[in-house]
C-alpha cells in the first residue's frame, strides 16, 4: 500500500507562480518501497486527464508542450518526492493536479489538488 500526499495548490493571478510537492510512503510485508516515474497530471473541468511532466528515477523529464519552458518537474529520491515548479501561470492552467508514482508495489495517485489562476 502506497499514499501520495499532495501540497501546494491555491488560488494566484496569471503570471504567478507555485509550487506543488507530493510525498510518496508505504510498506507491504516489510518489501522496501522503491519510486520509479513519478508524474503530474492535471484535469480541467469537462476534460480529460492530460499529462503534465514526468521524470525516471535517473532524473530524466519530458513535459507536454504547453508548459515547456513555464514548468519544472524534480524529484528527491531519498525523500521519494515530487516538485512541480509552476511559473507564468494561464489561466488555461486552471485544473485539478494529480501526482502519480510507480513503485515495486505498483501505480499510485494522489488525491489532487486544485490549481485555480485567475485575476
Known amino acids: 500500500q502506497v499514499q501520495l500526499v499532495e501540497s501546494g495548490g491555491g488560488l494566484v493571478q496569471p503570471g504567478g507562480s507555485l509550487r506543488l510537492s507530493c510525498a510518496a510512503s508505504?510498506?507491504?510485508?516489510?518489501?522496501?518501497?522503491?519510486?520509479?516515474?513519478m508524474g503530474w497530471y492535471r484535469q480541467a473541468p469537462g476534460k480529460q486527464r492530460e499529462l503534465v511532466a514526468i521524470?525516471?528515477?535517473?532524473?530524466?523529464?519530458n513535459y507536454v508542450d504547453s508548459v515547456k519552458g513555464r514548468f519544472t518537474i524534480s524529484r528527491d529520491n531519498a525523500e521519494n518526492t515530487v516538485y512541480l515548479q509552476m511559473n507564468s501561470l494561464r489561466p488555461e492552467d486552471t485544473a485539478v493536479y494529480y501526482c502519480?508514482?510507480?513503485?515495486?508495489?505498483?501505480?499510485?495517485w494522489g488525491q489532487g489538488t486544485q490549481v485555480t489562476v485567475s485575476s
Open positions: 502519480n508514482a510507480n513503485s515495486n508495489f505498483g501505480g499510485y
Open positions: 508505504g510498506t507491504a510485508s516489510g518489501r522496501i518501497l522503491r519510486i520509479y516515474d
Open positions: 521524470i525516471t528515477f535517473g532524473g530524466n523529464t
